[in-house]
């Protein structure tokens, strides 16, 4: 039987910088020519609220999927939800994405949700959506089903049974090319969200693969994918950029793969690819991947036109990169450095500042470990963060051996920080928003965190990001003037004159605008 589902993207950003709704999009794909569906999104439009109420209310709908990230997203997602079950509570919600994958039991600890899709959701969707009518409406706020044997085995799938919560099986990861290409027309205008950036006018966004082999400690993506990564086919992804290409105007692609670079052989072929597109690009790489290619591989990046590379390298010391089991060494920084330098991609390094142990030395390593790779690579990036843990899959045992079911597991914030949010309203409370989002952490003091705060103004001035495409070459070269003194003296405390400078010659933040 067909059915009715309105898949909404809660508001998160702003619409300069909003990008297709990939998650949605997968969503759809899976759905396509099996059930109707409608996408709403709430960074291209800013009455997606009021107009998921109007859908559910004016009847119809069977199912809502609310996809939901850590942080911003949070608030949104809750004001839809809550209003929907207000008005509909016979229609079932069910969240996914990060948040509810992360920290399922306080997604299910809302009255207003029923299911949580984890991981990655397209099959579980499906399966639910063909099991409605045997599970039946939401009887209240504290069950999910009225006959809970009909969701019992849908792998991926968390709910709640008369006040208990109830995980299913871990869903196996599947590749991309499974399934069908992304619906793009059931966007109402793909142009708005093909963004002006550096690499072009109409940059769009692109996943390639999903998941990461390794197991860095602060990555919400070990937690999401546990070390597992599908990869997209040479011939699909040709595919899928000439359709972003030819049929929608895409002059620059932004990557959204965990890991672009899995391997330097399953690399190549992409690279082939992208080398006979030679269109400006972007994505996610590591260092120590990057600094191993060899130099025919880094002739085909050339060709490839790679623009910009966002590389971890995360701390300034062997030690520290051992403790975040990161499974690079600083040494392959340098050598990234180098190499991006001389075949004209630019690094994108970011840094992972204020680990539970020795937060401030390890930060002091860290700024002047920074300045040393401005002087191999001056019109390198960087982006600092402060470390956030994210829960762990719990260790293999009988139990999860028999049930298929390893799920995230973390109780604290931090070895001594306090104790995790056990509902979606406490977890969009002003604090929780800054930790998940990598800009404080409770154990940081108010130095420190003006220290990086400082540090972060100076480098921004006096290095002028290249992905600020607005703001005129005379205002960056006044701002990189007024701050050449502090960079080079090493005094960056309280650095008035940039702040003010900042107001008047405003530059766009990459970090929190992306790109």
């Known amino acids: 039987m067909t059915r009715r589902v309105l898949l909404v993207n809660p508001r998160m950003c702003s619409r300069r910088s909003m990008r297709l709704p990939l998650s949605l999009l997968a969503l759809g794909a899976a759905l396509e020519g099996r059930h109707e569906y409608e996408i709403l999104d709430g960074n291209a439009d800013g009455t997606v609220p009021e107009r998921a109420l109007r859908t559910v209310t004016d009847g119809g709908i069977d199912l809502v999927g609310v996809t939901v990230m850590p942080g911003p997203q949070v608030g949104p997602a809750i004001e839809i939800s809550a209003a929907l079950r207000a008005a509909r509570p016979e229609v079932p919600i069910v969240w996914g994405g990060y948040f509810p994958t992360l920290y399922p039991e306080a997604a299910l600890h809302a009255p207003y949700v029923d299911y949580v899709a984890r991981g990655q959701g397209e099959d579980t969707l499906v399966e639910l959506l063909e099991r409605l009518p045997d599970a039946g409406a939401p009887p209240g706020p504290l069950s999910s089903a009225r006959h809970p044997a009909a969701v019992a085995g849908i792998r991926g799938l968390t709910w709640k049974d008369d006040g208990e919560v109830r995980h299913n099986a871990d869903r196996h990861f599947r590749p991309p090319d499974v399934y069908p290409p992304y619906p793009y027309e059931r966007l109402s205008d793909v ?251 409770p154990w940081l003091s108010p130095r420190l965190r003006q220290r990086v705060k400082d540090f972060a103004t100076v480098l921004g001035c006096r290095f002028p990001t290249v992905q600020d495409h607005t703001t005129p070459r005379w205002g960056k070269a006044i701002l990189a003037g007024l701050a050449s003194w502090r960079y080079a003296s090493g005094r960056y405390g309280n650095p008035w004159e940039l702040e003010l400078a900042r107001r008047l010659i405003p530059l766009r933040e990459p970090q929190s605008e992306s790109l």
């Not at 060709?303 to 990169?321: C, H, I, Q």
């Not at 001389?342 to 970011?350: K, Q, R, W």
């Not at 390890?362 to 390198?380: G, N, Q, V, Y």
């Not at 994210?390 to 293999?396: M, Y």
């Open 191 to 441: 142009g708005q969200y093909l963004r002006p950036s550096f690499m072009g006018r109409r940059t769009a966004v692109h996943q390639a693969a999903i998941g990461c082999r390794y197991h860095c400690e602060f990555c919400g993506v070990v937690t999401l994918f546990n070390g597992i990564t599908r990869l997209q086919g040479p011939e699909r992804l040709d595919a899928d950029l000439r359709t972003l290409r030819d049929r929608w105007g895409a002059d620059a692609f932004q990557f959204y793969d965990h890991n672009f670079f899995d391997t330097e052989a399953t690399s190549v072929p992409i690279l082939e690819v992208l080398a006979r597109h030679a269109t400006p690009w972007w994505c996610y790489a590591r260092t120590d991947t990057l600094a191993g290619f060899s130099a025919q591989t880094w002739e085909l990046i050339r060709k490839s036109r790679l623009t910009m590379a966002y590389l971890g390298a995360e701390a300034a010391s062997d030690e520290a990169l051992k403790q975040m089991k990161k499974g690079s060494r600083v040494e392959h920084t340098y050598e990234a450095a180098r190499l991006c330098r001389a075949h004209g991609v630019i690094p994108e390094f970011s840094f992972v500042l204020g680990g539970p142990e020795d937060p401030a030395g390890e930060m002091e390593k860290t700024l002047s470990f920074i300045k040393r790779l401005k002087t191999i690579h001056p019109e390198c990036e960087v982006v600092l963060y402060f470390y956030t843990p994210t829960p762990r899959r719990e260790a293999a045992s009988e139990r999860t051996r028999e049930l298929g079911l390893r799920l995230p597991v973390q109780e604290r914030y931090g070895p001594e920080g306090p104790e995790l949010p056990t509902t979606p309203e406490e977890w969009t409370q002003p604090q929780w928003i800054e930790y998940v989002c990598h800009r404080d952490a």
